[in-house]
């Protein structure tokens, strides 16, 4: 499940339960990532929900930075743009692909792997696969998409770049940057996340 997708999963429950640790880990998120972004630079946000809210606040208000956020979920995006009205960012319910321009920084969390989408790659990313099970042949589609989908939204990004990702993601960045011979470096540290297991790290690209 992708964190942007997550702000109706589980109902009020899971919401009570996980409202004020998404806060917190949101905003100690946010701030990292302040140090790591240059003023007036522009972010793709793939899959933005609920849980990106902290950040896409930090970046326009306190870095005046220009954010595109993407959120494939119609009604999911109507509810934040309702809720976030007055901000100076709003959540288009179109695929990430078709943003323009050149961004200097992209979030994509817990997107390539997400389950939802892509049930057979989702499980073997997160050590979940069943071998009696597991089906060879729609993993094989889920990775075509997989590749394209990531194709289309590093395209996106200018040198040098941040990526903020989640661990389990990491190889898709990486053997994209290496198959187009663009140096990256993930750092070493990583941070918790309130919805998934997941962790969140930063990997440099371009430098």
Same mark, same amino acid.
Request: proline share 7%; with cysteine.
């Given at each position: 499940? /992708?964190?942007? +997708?997550?702000?109706?999963?589980? +109902? ?12 917190? !880990? +949101?905003?100690?998120? *946010? ?5 790591? !972004?240059?003023?007036? +630079? ?10 990106e !809210? ?24 109507a ?19 078709? *943003? ?25 990313? /997160? ?19 997989v ?18 990702? /989640? ?6 960045i ?34």
């Amino acid at each position: 499940m /992708s964190i942007g +997708g997550a702000s109706k999963k589980g +109902g009020d429950a899971f919401w009570e339960e996980r409202r004020r640790p998404c806060q917190e !880990l +949101g905003i100690k998120l *946010a701030t990292v990532l302040r140090d790591r !972004l240059r003023p007036g +630079g522009r972010s793709l946000y793939v899959g933005a929900g609920v849980a990106e !809210l902290p950040p896409l606040v930090m970046e326009t208000a306190e870095l005046h930075r220009t954010v595109a956020a993407y959120n494939l979920r119609a009604d999911e995006a109507a509810v934040l743009n309702r809720a976030c009205a007055g901000l100076p960012f709003e959540f288009q319910a179109k695929d990430a692909r078709e *943003a323009e321009g050149r961004f200097d920084h992209l979030w994509i969390v817990s997107v390539l792997n997400d389950p939802e989408c892509f049930p057979e790659l989702g499980a073997l990313s /997160s050590g979940r696969a069943n071998p009696v099970t597991f089906d060879p042949a729609a993993f094989t589609v889920e990775r075509q998409a997989v590749l394209a989908l990531a194709a289309g939204c590093f395209g996106k990004v200018a040198r040098p770049a941040l990526v903020t990702t /989640s661990v389990e993601e990491i190889p898709w960045i990486t053997d994209w940057c290496e198959r187009h011979g663009i140096p990256c470096v993930v750092e070493d540290e990583d941070y918790p996340t309130a919805i998934v297991q997941d962790p969140i790290c930063f990997i440099r690209i371009g430098e």
